[in-house]
């Protein structure tokens, strides 16, 4: 395990200043599994204001409540904390109170799964009090002393483990995972902002399905539409899992995105509402993109998310089941409303819903193909799918007499009639149209006319 330049200088700080200083938690985790840590945290027996004397000017009180120090270094900012006891949490989230102590493995006693609770030292040794070591080469993940304990000072510990097991690829030891379960409801307790966090970490896993299968009654805490998908059956030729089976399997079926995970894991959320059994005995699920839009913005709402990424989801949910047909032009409206990123997202969301149909279904991944070959060559030869690219600006609508709101629309029909194919993009070409209509009293001399017409 390499421990870096500036949090080794770090430690030899505070081990100069007489003190004990360790690596402790998810960065000696991840350094021991081989992966780069993405922060380092250093835990120290300095009491809060030795830190801060230590360090001088690169010191900053960032929680001192807690004995956190955040040190300024080259290599980007240390959090140092005293060892310290937790008091009795309260409300699932936070203790009551801290006391200092100068035991290292009282500190990393009150930590939340054996595999985050080991330290190292500049020395090289690693202390390892619980088996967290034995546990990572295992694959495990185990609760540090009472399962029950750990959930019930802090329910957002329940998410964290099955984040780890989601990206990891760890399976929960059984007396931890009874306890997640049995625990659950004390995610009720938790700010809507920090499930959220947790979550989106654990979605982009590649062993997020896995977890999503074993652990449905914990999720539906705080996304309650989520069970109700768990064992409905489709009733459909088309289908040969459940709709909590087909969506795990459409999820498993796309990159580790965030937007595409979020999509798969809500296109189908909407089934149960929608569902109707024939005369014949077949299922159906008519408008259920519509309502699965309905809901996932509902429950991305709940989670507080972020208005972009939010709307982003609920329109890939919206047009999941709509055909777009394999045509330049079906795919430059496409491009028109989508744009390109969110198009391409589309053709993936697409094939892994297709991936989770029965296999005789499946042969739609050729028509994907295709629809992707037209968007490639689309792309490469610059085809005009939005105003932006529109050889015709609205200064030249203005040259010729238009204003006002009859530009934006004169402006939209012209696009339209460039991605239909029934003119070229080219600046002359449109004026001339413009022009033409309007002596004529063609369908564009509306809109010239209402140039004519003040707004009031």
């Known amino acids: 395990m390499e421990i870096p330049t500036y949090v080794r200088s770090v430690l030899q700080v505070l081990e100069s200043a007489g003190g004990e200083a360790w690596c402790v938690g998810g960065c000696v985790r991840d350094a021991l599994l081989g992966r780069k840590p993405g922060d380092w945290d250093v835990a120290t027996s300095a009491l809060p204001e030795e830190t801060l004397a230590a360090f001088g000017s690169r010191a900053l009180p960032t929680g001192l409540r807690h004995g956190t120090i955040t040190v300024k270094t080259e290599g980007g900012p240390v959090e140092v904390t005293t060892y310290r006891i937790d008091g009795d949490y309260r409300d699932h989230r936070r203790p009551g109170f801290v006391a200092f102590t100068s035991s290292l493995d009282q500190d990393l006693a009150r930590r939340d799964f054996t595999v985050n609770a080991m330290a190292r030292n500049l020395q090289g040794q690693l202390r390892d009090p619980f088996g967290g070591q034995a546990d990572l080469q295992r694959g495990i993940l185990r609760c540090v002393g009472d399962p029950d304990r750990r959930f019930q000072e802090d329910a957002l510990r329940i998410l964290r483990g099955l984040r780890f097991a989601a990206v990891l690829g760890f399976s929960l030891e059984p007396k931890s995972a009874e306890a997640i379960r049995r625990n659950r409801e004390g995610l009720r307790d938790i700010a809507p902002e920090r499930i959220q966090t947790e979550f989106f970490k654990l979605l982009p896993g590649n062993h997020a399905a896995e977890v999503l299968r074993g652990y449905p009654e914990v999720f539906g805490v705080f996304w309650p539409e989520l069970p109700a998908m768990v064992g409905f059956d489709q009733r459909n030729r088309h289908h040969c899992y459940d709709v909590w089976e087909h969506t795990l399997h459409a999820l498993a079926a796309v990159p580790g995105d965030l937007v595409l995970r979020c999509t798969m894991l809500l296109h189908d959320v909407g089934k149960p509402d929608s569902f109707t059994l024939d005369p014949a005995g077949v299922g159906h699920f008519y408008g259920h993109p519509a309502v699965s839009r309905r809901l996932a913005d509902e429950m991305l709402r709940r989670l507080k998310c972020g208005t972009d990424f939010r709307e982003t989801v609920v329109r890939l949910v919206e047009w999941h089941d709509r055909d777009i ?12 409303i989508l744009g390109e990123e969110d198009l391409r997202r589309l053709i993936l969301v697409k094939r892994a819903d297709n991936l ?12 994907l193909d295709k629809a992707e070959e037209i968007l490639n060559r689309l792309l490469a030869e610059d085809a005009c799918f939005s105003l932006k690219q529109l050889a015709v600006k609205g200064g030249d609508l203005l040259a010729l007499g238009l204003s006002g709101p009859a530009v934006g629309a004169a402006l939209e029909e012209l696009l339209g009639k460039v991605m239909d194919g029934a003119l070229p993009n080219e600046r002359a070409v449109l004026l001339e149209h413009l022009k033409k209509t309007r002596t004529a009293g063609g369908e564009d001399s509306g809109l010239l006319e209402k140039a004519k017409t003040p707004i009031i």
């Open 325 to 336: 047909p394999r045509t330049d032009k079906s795919i430059r409206r496409a491009l028109r």
């Open 356 to 367: 989770g149909q029965a296999p005789a279904y499946r042969d739609r991944q050729k028509e």
